[in-house]
């Protein structure tokens, strides 16, 4: 049986990794500036994650919901008191498209409305409400088409004020800082006007945390640096830094109901085990206030870069347009295509970035990362685009 062929794939093998570096099956280092998509928030095989992990697995791995789960308790009392919600509750699940499912399910249940607002250049995730809410026609199957969505711009408070005024939508739903559509940060003010409008239209405004959350930005949530209380935010990815899980938070006002919302291996012991892991370690090793350091590095080192003369060659070197982020969730959009540029990252310089589109260099490494592999990426990114 052959592999369903859905992925580019770059034809390397990762067979070990610690912090910040993943070896391949022939020996050779790299640097994750990818974290595996913003997955590993702290660190490739961190030892209290991997003792965490494997002392769990060997008192018990799984059961079912239908039991009391101590760990889920603890995890949601202990996402409270790091990210400042600890009069939300918690629902548990497996991935970042499962929670913006569920987050836009519970809205619809609450509001007793069908209709749902997303933005353009968003990305939600491969479920149905969550992708039919994603703004790329290429991936919404005709199956997935019969949500009713509609898109905004990003920052047209007034088109969403149009969208919300017929009285019938049930959620806003927004990332926190949009990822795959191109490292675009919703405004302070947008945010914020987000929140009256749908305080004001009685619609659910669902923050999209799954890829700015968890410390990456430099606060516990993206939207955090606006001020806002969504009714919903979604978490994923860096959640477990690579088990498998994801989750709701979900504000005092929604009434819970027996069956609402369920799942079979969300919440899972070891997917908790692993959650609480990564809390502790984002704790003690302050990698929230680490994250925006390295950040500001390197978003400094990067503009002093793009305020070289352009380029020559603007395929081989494209110029940098504009160099957008917060903490460790970071663009670097190019003048041209980067496809060769970030394959002369990886196999000559031996750094792994993330992509979006076909201009903008995307960078999402561990949270632990250090100055001097920020100096090491910056220094191979300026020879990369000065050589013949
Ligand atoms: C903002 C955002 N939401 C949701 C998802 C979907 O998460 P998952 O792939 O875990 O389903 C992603 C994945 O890239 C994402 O970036």
């Not at 019938?168 to 409008?197: H, K, M, R, T, Y």
């Not at 957008?324 to 750094?351: A, C, K, Q, S, T």
């Amino acid at each position: 049986m052959n592999l369903f062929d859905v992925y580019n794939l770059f034809d390397v093998v990762p067979v070990r990794a610690e912090g910040c570096k993943v070896w391949d099956d022939k020996g050779v280092e790299y640097l994750d500036l990818y974290g595996g998509h913003a997955v590993i928030s702290v660190g490739h095989s961190h030892p209290a994650y991997l003792r965490a992990l494997s002392e769990q697995a060997a008192k018990i791995g799984f059961y079912s919901n239908s039991v009391r789960n101590p760990l889920q308790e603890q995890l949601a009392r202990r996402i409270g008191e790091v990210s400042g919600y600890e009069d939300y509750s918690l629902f548990l699940v497996n991935s970042g498209a499962e929670a913006n499912e569920n987050a836009l399910k519970l809205a619809s249940f609450a509001t007793g409305r069908d209709r749902v607002v997303a933005f353009r250049k968003s990305f939600h995730g491969r479920t149905s409400g969550a992708v039919a809410a994603t703004d790329n026609p290429a991936i919404v199957s005709p199956f997935n088409s019969h949500h009713r969505i509609s898109f905004c711009e990003l920052g047209d408070a007034e088109g969403v004020e149009r969208e919300l005024s017929g009285g019938d939508v049930a959620a806003v739903i927004v990332e926190g800082i949009q990822g795959c559509g191109g490292i675009n940060i919703p405004s302070a003010a947008f945010l914020q006007a987000l929140s009256e409008l749908c305080r004001k239209h009685g619609t659910v405004l669902v923050l999209d945390e799954v890829q700015s959350g968890y410390g990456r930005t430099g606060r516990f949530f993206a939207h955090q640096w606006a001020g806002i209380r969504p009714g919903i935010i979604s978490m994923g990815k860096g959640i477990a830094n690579g088990f498998p899980c994801g989750g709701i938070l979900i504000a005092p006002e929604f009434q819970p109901r027996k069956g609402m919302l369920g799942t079979t291996f969300g919440g899972n012991y070891l997917a908790c085990a692993c959650a609480l892991a990564v809390l502790d370690i984002i704790e003690n090793e302050g990698l929230i206030a680490n994250a925006l350091a390295c950040g500001d590095y390197l978003v400094d080192g990067l503009q002093k870069i793009a305020g070289r003369a352009v380029m020559p060659d603007p395929i081989r070197h494209p110029s940098i347009k504009q160099v957008r982020g917060r903490g460790l969730m970071i663009g670097i959009e190019f003048n041209g295509p980067v496809e060769d540029l970030r394959r002369r990252l990886l196999f000559e310089d031996y750094i792994f970035t993330g992509v979006s589109g076909k201009t903008i260099i995307r960078l999402l490494p561990p949270l632990c990362l250090s100055r001097k592999d920020c100096d090491r990426f910056l220094s191979s990114l300026d020879s990369s685009l000065r050589s013949e």
